[in-house]
C-alpha cells in the first residue's frame, strides 16, 4: 500500500501526500495534544497536524524556505514561546535528546507551558525578559538554534543580543518580523528590507521568505552565526 504520509526535506518533518499539502510532525507523546490539533495515524505512529496559520514556522515551511536549521538533539532557545504551540512541533523535532527552552515574559503563558512542560520533559520553561539575556544565563546553556517571536519595536536588537550570547559558532537564528510592531507607519516591504540591513552586518542571511496569506505583514530571516 503507498504512503500517504511522507518525509519532508527538514528533518522529523513529514507532508501528507494527499490533496492540498499539510505538514505534519511525529507525536513525541502518543495520545495526547494540546491545541485541539488534528492527528494522523499511519502503521504504529501517529502524527500532529501543524498548522500554518498558527506557527511562523509552519508557514515558512508551507512557503518553501530553503531552510530551517533545526534537527534531531538540537538545543533551541526559543524568545516568545507564549502558550508553546509552535515550541511543542520543535519539541516533536529535536526529540527526547533534544531541548527547548522556551522563554517568555508573561507569568499566564508560562503558566501554559509549565503544564505543556510536564508532559514533554525536553520543554524548558523560562520565566523572563528576553530584552535582557544576561538575567537567564544560569538557566540555559548555548544553543544550536535561537528562534525569535516577539512584538517588540527593538526585535533586531534583542535578536542579536542573544544570538551573541547564547548561540554556537555557525548556529542557526531565525528571526520572526511583525511589520506593524515595528512601525506602524511604514510599508511592511520598507520594515522587512531596513531589518535584512541591520542584520546583514551582524549575520549571514540564508534565507528570508513573506508569510503571507498565512500571517499578514510578518516575514522570517532565516540566519547563520558567522
Not at 93 to 105: N, P, Q, R, S, T
Not at 145 to 167: G, P, R, S, T
Request: proline share 4%; hydrophobic share 40%.
Amino acid at each position: 500500500m503507498r504512503k500517504i504520509i511522507n518525509e519532508h526535506k527538514f528533518f522529523g518533518v513529514y507532508e501528507i501526500d494527499k490533496g492540498r499539502k499539510k505538514i505534519l510532525t511525529k507525536n513525541l507523546t502518543p495520545k495526547k495534544t494540546f491545541f485541539d490539533e488534528a492527528t494522523y495515524k499511519e502503521g504504529r505512529e501517529e502524527y500532529r497536524l501543524w498548522d500554518p496559520s498558527r506557527s511562523k514556522l509552519a508557514a515558512a515551511i508551507m512557503k518553501d524556505v530553503s531552510q530551517i536549521g533545526i534537527k534531531p538533539k538540537d538545543v533551541v532557545l526559543y524568545l516568545g514561546a507564549s502558550h508553546g504551540y509552535t515550541p511543542s512541533f520543535l519539541s516533536d523535532i529535536v526529540g527526547e535528546d533534544g531541548i527547548i527552552f522556551a522563554l517568555d515574559f508573561a507569568p499566564r503563558v508560562v503558566r501554559d507551558l509549565v503544564m505543556l512542560a510536564e508532559k514533554r520533559k525536553n520543554i524548558v520553561p523560562i520565566l523572563a525578559d528576553c530584552k535582557k539575556p544576561q538575567t537567564y544565563v544560569d538557566r540555559v546553556i548555548l544553543a544550536d538554534v535561537v528562534y525569535q517571536d516577539i512584538a517588540q519595536k527593538n526585535q533586531v536588537e534583542i535578536f542579536l543580543k542573544n544570538c551573541n550570547m547564547y548561540l554556537k559558532k555557525d548556529g542557526f537564528a531565525l528571526l520572526c518580523v511583525k511589520a506593524r510592531s515595528v512601525d506602524v507607519t511604514k510599508k511592511p516591504a520598507e520594515i522587512f528590507n531596513k531589518v535584512r540591513t541591520q542584520l546583514e552586518d551582524k549575520i549571514i542571511i540564508v534565507d528570508y521568505r513573506k508569510l503571507d496569506p498565512f500571517e499578514k505583514d510578518h516575514c522570517i530571516f532565516v540566519c547563520k552565526k558567522k
